[in-house]
């Protein structure tokens, strides 16, 4: 009879610990537990910019690579216009599961929400994975350009006010606040011809219907290679391994500013920690593959692959140096 009563007391405190098991794990938030099994599903690469330039490919060769590491098809999606803004909208004001990534740029996370209108999100509304890939900004014209040298551009402009145009790729973008700054401190006055992207700036570059653009190195090393188009600065402390040719922007005379472009990854802000960490651990291994890394380190770009932390100081230092350049460049995003 004693045994018989343990063993009865036995099952209900048995009965009462799984109970209670059960009860634990009804109240584990529901984020939790998407967060532990994320992804469940495709992911997607948000590309701010048009098919075609560095941006796009990049995101492509990443998209690729990430796919490996979290078991589920990362997707390339271009919502371009605005100087990237249209997509730095969109993934601000989506979901913050993880699933929609942001392909950032100067543009869409520091400039764009300085200059433009319409902008509906702030640099705090995206909580970063990386920052992957550094570049500096290249001074081209067309291969068939008459200008051979900076000099050349700026005694022209000189001659003929308002006559000579640069390029870029969109009202606010770095490449237009870049080449303010440089008409500016030479003292001429150029045309601004914004497009929607870095390759509809370079089609109209290489046709000759505008003189001038400074876009990213990745973009143009294929035109470089082949004479189409001709470097004639670059913007960085020392000449470029890949362009040892091409003077910097002081030994061409005129100071050099410390913007640059780079590319980084960032999600919306409210996305929890344990799916930013999955991510940008994927998006680390993506571009720290031998191969991509080759490829980007072949043409001479840094690969500093950062951690969430380490690329959120970064963009704070970025506010802070893009600010100045802003006011120095008198450009407009509008």
């Given at each position: ?6 063993s ?61 590491t979290?078991g ?25 599961d ?13 400039t ?12 705090s ?55 303010s ?9 150029m045309?601004?011809?914004?497009y ?38 670059i ?22 500013y ?14 929890p ?8 651990e ?28 380490a ?13 100045p350049?802003?006011r ?7």
């Open positions: 009879m004693l045994f018989k009563s343990m009865l007391i036995m099952k209900r405190k048995l009965g009462w610990i799984a109970a209670g098991a059960v009860m634990a794990m009804s109240i584990v938030p529901t984020g939790a537990v998407h967060a532990a099994q994320f992804p469940e599903k495709p992911v997607r690469i948000v590309v701010p910019f048009t098919a075609g330039g560095f941006t796009d490919i990049l995101a492509r060769r990443l998209a690729e690579q990430m796919s490996g979290l589920q098809p990362v997707i390339v999606e271009n919502k371009a216009g605005a100087s990237g803004i249209i997509g730095g909208n969109y993934v601000a004001k989506s979901p913050a993880g699933y929609t990534i942001l392909l950032e740029t100067p543009d869409t996370v520091v764009g929400p300085m200059l433009m209108e319409g902008v509906q999100y702030k640099p509304d995206l909580r970063q994975l990386s920052l992957l890939v550094q570049q500096p900004l290249v001074l081209v014209v067309s291969g068939k350009s008459q200008y051979k040298s900076l000099d050349d551009v700026m005694k022209a402009a000189k001659a003929n006010p308002g006559a000579l145009t640069y390029a870029s790729w969109g009202n606010g973008s770095s490449a237009q606040i870049a080449s700054i440089l008409t500016k401190s030479a003292g001429v006055n045309t601004h011809v914004p929607k992207g870095v390759a509809n700036a370079l089609t109209d570059l290489l046709g000759e219907r505008v003189d001038m653009l400074y876009v990213g190195m990745l973009s143009t090393v294929d035109y470089l290679n082949d004479g189409r188009l001709r470097p004639i600065a913007n960085r402390s020392e000449r470029a391994p890949m362009l040892p040719q091409v003077p910097t922007l002081a030994e061409a005379g005129f100071a050099i410390p913007i640059g472009l780079w590319y980084a990854m960032g999600v919306p802000a409210d996305t920690t344990e799916v930013v960490n999955k991510l940008s994927a998006a680390r291994k993506a571009v720290e593959a031998p191969e991509v890394k080759k490829w980007l380190t072949d043409m001479g770009m840094d690969v500093p692959a950062l951690d969430p932390a690329t959120e100081a970064f963009m704070k230092s970025e506010i802070e140096n893009w600010g350049a802003i120095s460049s008198g450009a407009s995003g509008n």
